[in-house]
């Protein structure tokens, strides 16, 4: 029987499983069968700390090749054109400034899951942008599959990010694997590695 957002999954549900009735929507959907919720997660707030460093590091190149020719145009012998270079510098600041401001809001957007089976994050606004987890930590994102990585966590005791993997050469201002923001992190960490019976260790990085 192939199970749907409103019926139940057919295996017994363990002590402290979340109703299907009770989850957050965007998760419902993707529930598969003899699969039960066992924590999830909507996101909140923005998580500067955990943007992509190597898109960081890409924006921080471009913005020195776009500097050395703006001040190749503003050392000239005719300073009435000077306004041309002020508007591209102000176009590129402002252009820079609303994608990383856009961006940010990717961990509001977020909502998550751990089933028996696996660990699946959610983009509420783009549902094909999701990742999981799978048993024994191998991960999938984007069509392709990674190895098993330790659990990083940053941020504090009380709320941080939960990084469950990482992918190399991804594009995204957020690369996938993190969860955002999440309540007393290292005990939700340490529910992941016992449910997904996952082998690589914990390390925290909190504050």
């Known amino acids: 029987m192939t199970t749907t957002p409103d019926t139940p999954p057919d295996a017994t549900p363990p002590r402290g499983a979340i109703p299907v009735e009770k989850l957050i929507p965007g ?10 919720v066992l924590w999830q997660s909507r996101g909140s707030g923005r998580a500067f700390s955990a943007f992509n460093r190597a898109l960081l590091l890409r924006f921080g190149l471009l913005a020195i090749g776009a500097g050395l020719l703006i001040y190749l145009m503003l050392d000239n012998r005719n300073p009435a054109y000077n306004w041309v270079a002020w508007l591209l510098v102000a176009l590129l600041v402002g ?7 856009q ?10 899951m751990l089933t028996t089976h696996r660990l699946l994050s959610v983009d ?14 191998e991960s999938r994102a984007d069509g392709k ?9 940053t941020g504090t005791k009380d709320r941080g990010h939960i990084r469950l993997n990482h992918a190399p050469q991804n594009t995204r201002a957020y690369p996938p694997f993190i969860l955002f923001n999440v309540e007393r992190p290292l005990g939700t960490a340490e529910l992941i590695k016992k449910t997904l019976r996952i082998e690589q260790p914990i390390e925290d990085r909190t504050k």
């Open 27 to 36: 998760l419902r959907g993707q529930l598969q069968k003899d699969e039960h």
């Open 95 to 101: 252009r820079v400034a609303l994608f990383v401001w």
């Open 103 to 112: 961006s940010s809001a990717t961990p509001s957007r977020q909502v998550a």
């Open 124 to 137: 509420v606004l783009r549902p094909m942008t999701n990742w999981q987890v799978d048993m024994r930590g």
């Open 145 to 153: 599959h990674f190895a098993p990585q330790p659990l990083v966590i």
